[in-house]
């Protein structure tokens, strides 16, 4: 046998024995991708002992068998009132991953049923306010207090010194309140001098009376017009005798026939 055979018969037993060994002690990878188990166009990728899936959007676990759209509760969307619904496991690569409802602002329960706004039930006009931890609260009008806005305030003791000027007397009532104001005082919360204290308009002496917020004039007998300022046929106004006729307009008009004037 020449030496170069017997290189050749060692080199090629020494390669059999090597190859024998290894695959006995576990050396090489098997590729668990072979057998393409990433459903739904995942992407395998071969780990030692094991592979990953990569899926594609919309599908998760291990094998990317589940859509997405299946995993709450396995419908579509069971959660209500606006509600959304997520996966509770941060790794979607898990075999029956959990899902939960995320609730709109004041909404609660399983399934997002619970309509806190409803179940509170806020008085008197008052605005109910979602909160995003799942309650709600209601906002009162300035009128009304407590927890769903069901106590009158009572602004006549809680403004008792600066509510009903200039001696106007309060009164408390369910949703508000009201001055009962002296004479010649007006507003709401008697604050206004009426017209005929602050500077009368009646002219000529006329004695300006209130008529609630309003006032009328009353003109001396020569006098008259809304504001006193037109003269009647008491003035004696026409002249030469001629004949004085009341006018509701401009106080009077003279009739000059056979007077020889005009
Ligand atoms: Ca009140």
Known sequence: ?????????????????????????????????????????GICIDRINGYTCNCTTGYINSNCLKSIN??????????????TCILKSVDLYVDNPQSECQCYDGYNGKWCENDVCLELN???????QRLSNGQAKCLCNEQWYGNICQYDINECERDK???????????????G?????????????CEDKHICLEQSPCLNHGQCLPDNENYYCECLTNFTGLNCELLTCESLPCQHNGTCIPDINQGFKCNCTGTGKN
Do not use: W
Request: with cysteine.
């Open 1 to 41: 046998m020449s030496s170069r055979i017997h290189r050749k018969i060692v080199s090629d037993s020494y390669r059999i024995v090597s190859n024998l060994l290894s695959f006995f002690s576990c050396e090489n990878n098997i590729d668990e991708c072979l057998s393409s188990p990433c459903a739904n166009n």
């Open 70 to 83: 299946d995993t709450c509760f396995g419908q579509i969307n069971p959660c209500q009132n606006n509600g």
């Open 122 to 128: 806020c008085q008197n006009n008052s605005t109910c």
């Open 161 to 175: 010194f600066n509510i009903c000027l200039n001696n106007g007397t309060c009164l408390n009532y369910p949703g």
């Open 177 to 189: 309140y009201k001055c009962l104001c002296q004479d010649n005082y007006l507003g709401k919360n």
